[in-house]
T-cell receptor, first 108, second 117 residues
Framework: KQEVTQIPAALSVPEGENLVLNCSFTDSAIYNLQWFRQDPGKGLTSLLL?????REQTSGRLNASLDKSSGRSTLYIAASQPGDSATYLC???????FGAGTRLTVKP | EAQVTQNPRYLITVTGKKLTVTCSQNMNHEYMSWYRQDPGLGLRQIYY???????DKGDVPEGYKVSRKEKRNFPLILESPSPNQTSLYFC????????????????FGPGTRLTVL
């Protein structure tokens, strides 16, 4: 059974810092992986979807990479801003398994 | 605007009183699913539907029912709610089912916060 882990559970950084969020999964035979953002009391918003044939995806200040052989994905946020404060979740698409998320706080 | 809607957004009820949470999508998606989110546990899939009249259990289906009579709607039914079903519930949809080489973005509803007393 696929298990998805996100470490750390919470992260606090000063504004402007570049940061990396981690997502690891136990079964490397995955197809696709998706990163989401969740604001308090709100639903999930899709950030990036990495297809099986891709190694990374970029959108603005966000870059997500996928290394299936090592069972890892990372979400890189450049020049963080207070508006980036949210919980970030990764999901493995084979059977839609989610990590518990990393709660990010960017301090002004 | 492409969206997934859920109703109600907030619900407080008592043990044993049947309730239904509605979910509707306007994107003509085939695949729909329900999740519950609990602190420290992340999202867990309750039920999913590949298409009209095709539903299947997810990881935590006990105590829940679903139906898919129309493509756009996928209601979640709690026949006899219990306090351990207090949670935040999300409905989601995507064009094609996950688990394929090429997949699509999942769209999520805004969530329904359910409290069972």
């Amino acid at each position: 059974k696929q298990e998805v882990t996100q470490i750390p559970a919470a992260l606090s950084v000063p504004e402007g810092e570049n940061l990396v969020l981690n997502c690891s999964f136990t079964d490397s035979a995955i197809y696709n992986l998706q990163w989401f953002r969740q604001d308090p009391g709100k639903g999930l918003t899709s950030l990036l979807l990495i297809q099986s044939s891709q190694r990374e995806q970029t959108s603005g200040r966000l870059n997500a990479s996928l290394d299936k052989s090592s069972g890892r994905s990372t979400l890189y946020i450049a020049a963080s801003q207070p508006g980036d404060s949210a919980t970030y979740l990764c999901a493995v698409h084979n059977d839609m398994r989610f990590g518990a998320g990393t709660r990010l706080t960017v301090k002004p | 605007e492409a969206q997934v809607t859920q109703n109600p957004r907030y619900l407080i009820t008592v043990t044993g009183k049947k309730l239904t949470v509605t979910c509707s999508q306007n994107m003509n998606h085939e695949y729909m699913s329900w999740y519950r989110q609990d602190p420290g546990l992340g999202l867990r899939q309750i039920y999913y539907s590949m298409n009209v009249e095709v539903t299947d259990k997810g990881d935590v289906p006990e105590g829940y029912k679903v139906s898919r009579k129309e493509k756009r709607n996928f209601p979640l039914i709690l026949e006899s709610p219990s306090p351990n079903q207090t949670s935040l519930y999300f409905c989601a949809s995507t064009k094609r089912p996950p688990g394929q080489l090429i997949t699509d973005t999942q769209y999520f509803g805004p969530g329904t916060r359910l409290t069972v007393l």
